[in-house]
């Protein structure tokens, strides 16, 4: 075995050893420099890729068109019925407390609003119906007031609402509006010989009515908005 001169016998590699090892490293290194990459290394998705996985959680994220729609009716009609308060004070000059509307008590409203751990069936079935309830109930109203713009505006949106609404329920068919003899049962039962009576009978309606849709659009949005989305 030859001996590589400079090199003590006990602690001297081979030349021959050394050489086989600088022909190696001189075969890898080239590799490490151009970034050759190893077999088991994970390598980035091309970015059409990764874009479309980034598009699908988006769309995953992002609601119906017809949602916001809803909701955009659901806006305009309150911006109308958000109005019922000063309104009343211009008809009454500030000589009635709007207060007093608390006295007059509806015959039917849609019942207990769902807490927050109900089912989005058992908060669409109360949408539905309490919708179905205050139609009737806007009838009164129109008597009292026949052309009144926030029961122009709120007739025109029930039905949208609460088609849309049933088409996303379970069992739609559970939910029915109040028939011809419990409408004639209701409007009687609030009707009433005195004219001031009648009116501030038909403005607690508008006031509970304000109410509903307010909680009511929130029930919506909490269930068909995606979360990290605007909620009012």
């Known amino acids: 075995m030859h001996i590589c001169k400079g090199e003590s016998k006990t602690s001297a590699l081979p030349c021959n050893y050394l050489l086989l090892l600088a022909v190696m490293l001189a075969a890898v290194l080239p590799l490490c420099v151009l970034g050759a990459p190893l077999a088991d290394a994970p390598t980035d998705l ?12 988006d769309q995953k994220n992002t609601p119906r068109p017809e949602v916001f729609n809803i909701i ?4 305009q009609v309150l911006s109308s019925t958000n109005s019922h308060k000063k309104k ?43 919708l179905m309830d205050y139609k009737v109930l ?13 029961v122009a505006k709120v007739n025109a949106a029930i039905p949208l609402l609460i088609a849309h609404i049933k088409a996303k329920m379970r069992n739609a068919d559970q939910v029915v509006a109040p028939t011809s003899s419990e409408e004639q049962q209701w409007l009687k039962k609030l009707d009433n010989p005195d004219l001031f009576h009648r009116k501030m009978m038909a403005h607690s309606i508008l006031r509970s009515l304000n109410f509903f849709l307010v909680d009511g ?15 009012n």
């Open 72 to 75: 955009n009716i659901w806006e």
């Open 88 to 130: 009343f004070e211009i008809e009454f000059s500030s000589n009635v407390e709007y207060a007093l509307l608390n006295r007059y008590k509806l015959p039917s409203v849609p019942g207990k609003k769902p807490n927050s751990s109900s089912s989005k069936e058992v908060c669409f079935q109360w949408l539905a119906k309490g």
């Open 138 to 150: 806007l009838k009164y109203v129109v008597r009292e007031y026949p052309n009144s713009p926030i």
């Open 46 to 57: 091309p970015p059409d890729e990764m874009s479309g996985e980034k598009e699908e959680d």
């Open 217 to 231: 659009k929130r029930l919506y949005s909490k269930w068909e908005m995606p979360k990290g989305k605007p909620r």
